[in-house]
């Protein structure tokens, strides 16, 4: 099984009505396709994990990697898994609101895309706290 997480910038602010019809398609396909993963949304700023099947994912991924509505795609960890991280979420989902509003979001983006090892660690331990404090 395969787990791929990335971060990138969306080229235009969706407004949560957006964000809420676009999820309703991408859940429906995951479930076809056996995938589970979050997507964390703030001001623009995307943090997603999707894991599945090796070949579902490595679909998805081209897809999403291809897909205009946002760029700048830094793929932070691409991780062969005994297990999936969120095995219940078709694709969990938190719109963090205006980042500013958030201690340290800026901080992390920064550090994430600034220092890959250290940013590693920064998304590693942020998606440990995103999974223990929501339920997808």
């Known amino acids: 099984m395969l787990s791929i997480t990335y971060l990138s910038s969306a080229t235009r602010l969706m407004s949560l009505d ?3 019809a ?3 398609r991408f859940r429906a396909r995951n479930v076809e ?3 589970t993963g979050l997507l964390l949304y703030s001001g623009g700023n995307i943090v997603q994990t999707i894991e599945g ?3 579902a994912v490595l679909t998805t991924y081209a897809a999403i990697a291809a897909d205009r509505r946002h760029r700048g795609i830094i793929e932070v960890f691409r991780d062969q898994v005994d297990g999936r991280s969120f095995p219940d ?3 969990g989902f938190r719109n963090l609101g205006d980042p500013v509003d958030l ?3 800026n901080d992390f983006l920064h550090a994430a895309t600034a220092d890959p090892p250290h ?3 920064h998304v590693r331990v942020m998606l440990r706290v995103f999974k223990r404090t929501n339920r997808g």
Do not use: A, N
Request: without cysteine; glycine residues 10%.
């Open 89 to 91: 979420w078709s694709m």
């Open 119 to 121: 940013g590693q660690d």
């Open 18 to 20: 957006q964000l809420v």
């Open 103 to 105: 201690d340290g979001f």
């Open 33 to 35: 396709r056996e995938l």
């Open 22 to 24: 676009m999820l309703t």
């Open 53 to 55: 099947p090796d070949d």
